[in-house]
């Protein structure tokens, strides 16, 4: 015999089992909502929108190195595949639209490490400016680091290319000047230094200090390298 339930003033089964039968029907009822919002999600993307998805492939992305949790990725263009969070200060490349036809898209990435992942277009929105950049961020360090190295390396050039002997010239390599070397010499191999300081001598004898950052101080006399000394406070 059915009784009303007095849930719902509907027949169920036994008025014992109301609740659970109400219960199952309302998960019934979520799990079809949910395939359905599944669905319509699949078909949320026009081709016009498609289009601007694509147009990030093959771009070069960075990884926000000033924000310590970076985002997830996907190990496989699924929803329920493994997920993993790339180290900071790295880069990676969008290499492909994956998904386009079934309107599922994911974008394929390849990091600097050569490790592959994948990041629906959505998600990619939400960190886009804040931990994914369009422009390199150490693009300044890296731009002064190069700079560097070419003026060491032109530096190196100059100082193989003098007359000068192995001993000398392996002093200069390390930044110690022999003495003797006059002050074009000297600012070759050292570089230009902090300030200077001109002394005038006895008779026709003239002084110069040369003071460095790390408190090397070079004396000159006449114009040639005759001491060095530090300085606690220059």
């Known amino acids: ?21 109400h219960f199952l029907r309302a998960a019934a009822l979520g799990l079809a909502l949910f395939s359905a919002a599944a669905g319509s999600a699949a078909d949320r993307y026009t081709d016009k929108q498609l289009d601007a998805l ?9 990884l926000n190195p ?14 329920n595949t493994a997920t993993f969070r790339p180290p900071s200060k790295g880069s990676f490349e969008i290499t492909e639209l994956t998904g386009r ?41 890296k731009k002064l680091a190069e700079e560097q190295s070419a003026e060491e390396k032109k530096r190196l050039d100059w100082i193989n290319s003098q007359p000068w002997s192995a001993q000398v010239k392996q002093a200069a390599i390390k930044k110690q000047p022999t003495p003797g070397l006059n002050t074009g010499e000297v600012k070759r191999v050292m570089g230009a230094p902090r300030r200077v300081t001109k002394l005038r001598g006895t ?14 101080v070079l004396i000159f006399n ?13």
């Open 101 to 141: 036809a079934a309107k599922n898209p994911y974008y394929k990435v390849k990091f600097d490490s050569g490790k592959i992942g994948y990041i629906r277009p959505e998600a990619f929105l939400e960190e886009i400016n804040s931990t994914i950049l369009s422009v390199d961020p150490l693009a300044g360090e």
């Open 203 to 216: 008779g026709k004898t003239s002084e110069e200090h040369w003071f460095y950052p790390d408190g090397l």
């Open 1 to 21: 015999m059915r009784l009303k339930c007095g849930t719902c003033k509907h027949a169920c089964p036994d008025e014992r089992f109301g609740n659970f039968y």
């Open 66 to 79: 000033a924000i310590e949790k970076m985002p997830s990725f996907l190990a496989e263009p699924t929803p």
């Open 54 to 62: 694509e147009d990030r492939v093959g771009k070069m992305f960075w």
């Open 222 to 234: 006449n114009g040639l390298l005759s001491r060095t000394d530090k300085s606690q406070n220059n």
